[in-house]
C-alpha cells in the first residue's frame, strides 16, 4: 500500500485516477502548517501539491519513504529541486495542463488594464459614475513585448495577434525563423522592452530571471508602458515597478503573481494603476482537473511501473526512444554492478560505451543505471536514478559518454570502464535477441554469460592443472560449478576463468581459492 499525502487543494475529479488505483491510501490534507506537514511527512510515498506547499530542504530531510512529488502545475519554484535530487525523489510536473487557462488569463488582465475595467467597476460599485476618469487605450496596433516563449507565452502571442497587436518577443531559444512562422518580430531583451507598450512576462522564475525587470529595465521602457505579469513574483523587483508607477514611467500593471505569496499586504495595491488576481492564472475547472490528472498518472506509473511522463528532475526522454532503449536498462545496471566488483581501489572516472544500434539514441538514462549499479556496492538502495549522477559527482567521480556506430560483430554493445588511481576495469555486455543480457568481455578477454546468480571470476595464470585443482577444491566444499567461461591473452599469458556457482561464496571459500598458486585474484559478484 502507497500512502499519498495531498497537500493543496487538486480537483475531485483530476484525483479520480488515484482513487481508482489499487495500493492508494490518499489523505487529503489540505491545511497543514510547515511544521506539522514535517511532522507528518515521513509516513508517506507521495506528495502532491500545487503552489502554496513550501517543499523545502528541511521538509525533504523528513521525509524518509517519499520517492515523488507531484506539482499540479507547471513552475516548481515551491520545491527545492536539488535537495529531492539529493535525496532520490523524482518531482513531475504537469506542463501542459494549464496553458490555455494561464494565457486566457494573461489576455483578461491585459484587457482589463487597458480599459481600467476594475478601478471603474469599483468606482461604480461605490456609486460614482465617473466617465472621464476611466479612458483606457486600445490594443490593435500596440506593440506587445513578450519576454519568455514558451508554452504560454506563445498561446499569449497567438490571442493577442487576434486583437491586432503587433508582437515582438525575446526567449534565448527563438530563432528568427521561428518567429517569422509564428508571425511576430524577435530581438534582444533591451530591444523587446524599448519597442512595447505592454509588456507581458512568461518565464519560470530562475536564477536568471529574478528582478528581470528591474529598475534599469524600467529606465530602458517606452512612458506610459505597462506590465502584465502572469508568471511567477520575483521576475519583477516590485519595489522598482512601484517606483516606476510612481514616477509615472509605467502607467498601470496587472499582475496574478507577488514575491510573497500569500500575502495580507503588498504596496502595489495601494497604487490605483495596479490590478491585481491571487494566482488565478491557472484556477479554471479544465485546467485543475488537467494537471491533477496529468500528475496523479505520472505518481501511480511511478509508483507501479516506475516510469514517468513528465520528469523534472530527470532527463525526459521521447516514448519512442525509451521503448527502444528500455530493454538496455537492466543490463545497464548489472554492468554496473558487476564492474565495481572487479576493484576494491576509489573509482575516480566512469566511461560508458555505446556502440551499434544504441549509438543512434539517447543514452543518458542507461548512464545513470550504470552509475546507479556501481554506487550501490557501497551506498545501498539509497541510490536510485534520479540521484545516482549527482552521488556520483558529490564523490568526485567523472562520467564520460561515448558513441561509436560500430559494434566489433554485435548489433549492440554497451561497455563500461571504470578508472582508480592504479587500475582500469571494464567490462561488455550485449543484448541478444530473445535471450536478454549476455556479457561478452571482462577487460580484454572474451567470454559469454548471462550476468544473474553466483558469479566468480578468478583471474590466474594460464598452466595445464589449474582448472582440475580449482574444480577440486571447490568439490570438496560442497560448490557446484553450473557453467564456466576461460579465456586467455596468451599460451601460458594471464587467463580468466568466469563460474557460475550455485550458492553464495563465502569469504573463507574465496580465501581457499586464493590459496592456489596460479590465482592472482577472486572475485565473488551476486547478481
Ligand atoms: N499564474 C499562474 O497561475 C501560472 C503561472 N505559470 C508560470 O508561467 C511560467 C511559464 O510557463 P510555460 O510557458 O508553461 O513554461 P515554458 O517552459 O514552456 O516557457 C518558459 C520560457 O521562458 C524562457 N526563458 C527562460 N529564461 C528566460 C529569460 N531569461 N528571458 C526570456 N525567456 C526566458 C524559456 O526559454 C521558455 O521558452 C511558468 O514558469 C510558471 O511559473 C504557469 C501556469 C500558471
Ligand atoms: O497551482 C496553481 O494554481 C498555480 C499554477 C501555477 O502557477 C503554475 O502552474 O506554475
Known sequence: MFNILIADPLSEDG??????????????????????????????????????????????????????????????????????????????????????????????????????????????????????????????????????????????????????????????????EKADNMGIGSGTLQEVLQAADFITIHTPLLKDTRHLLNTEAFQLMKPGVQIVNCARGGIIDEDALYEAIVSKKVAGAALDVFEEEPFLDNKLLELPEVIATPHLGASTIEAQESVAIDVCEDVISFLTVDSVKNPVNLPSVPRDVLSKIEPYFHMAEKLGEFLIHLTEEVVEEINVYYSGELSAFEVSPLTRNTVKGLLKRHLGNHVNDVNALYLAERRGITIHENKTSTAKGFTNLLKVEIKTKSEKRSVSGTLLNGLGPRFVKVEEYSVDFTPKGHIVVIHHKDQPGVIGKMGSLLAQHDINIATMQVDRSDIGGNAIMILSVDKHMENEELAILKSIEEIKEVFAIDL
Request: aromatic share 4%.
Open 15 to 176: 484525483i479520480q485516477p488515484l482513487r481508482n488505483a489499487d495500493n492508494m491510501n490518499i489523505v487529503i490534507d489540505t491545511n497543514l502548517t510547515p511544521q506539522e506537514l514535517e511532522e507528518k511527512i515521513g509516513e508517506f510515498d507521495a506528495l502532491l501539491v500545487r503552489s502554496q506547499t513550501q517543499v523545502t530542504r528541511n521538509l525533504l530531510s523528513k521525509a524518509s519513504k517519499l520517492k515523488i512529488i507531484g506539482r499540479a502545475g507547471v513552475g516548481v519554484d515551491n520545491i527545492d529541486l536539488d535537495a529531492a535530487t539529493e535525496h532520490g525523489i523524482i518531482v513531475v510536473n504537469a506542463p501542459n495542463g494549464n496553458t490555455n487557462s494561464a494565457a486566457e488569463h494573461t489576455m483578461a488582465m491585459i484587457m482589463a488594464l487597458s480599459r481600467k475595467i476594475p478601478q471603474a467597476y469599483n468606482s461604480l460599485k461605490n456609486r460614482k459614475w465617473d466617465r472621464k476618469k476611466y479612458i483606457g487605450v486600445e490594443l490593435k496596433n500596440k506593440t506587445l513585448g513578450i519576454v519568455g516563449l514558451g508554452r504560454i507565452g506563445a498561446e499569449v502571442a497567438h490571442r493577442a495577434k487576434g486583437q491586432r497587436m503587433d508582437i515582438i518577443a525575446y526567449d534565448p531559444f527563438l530563432t528568427k
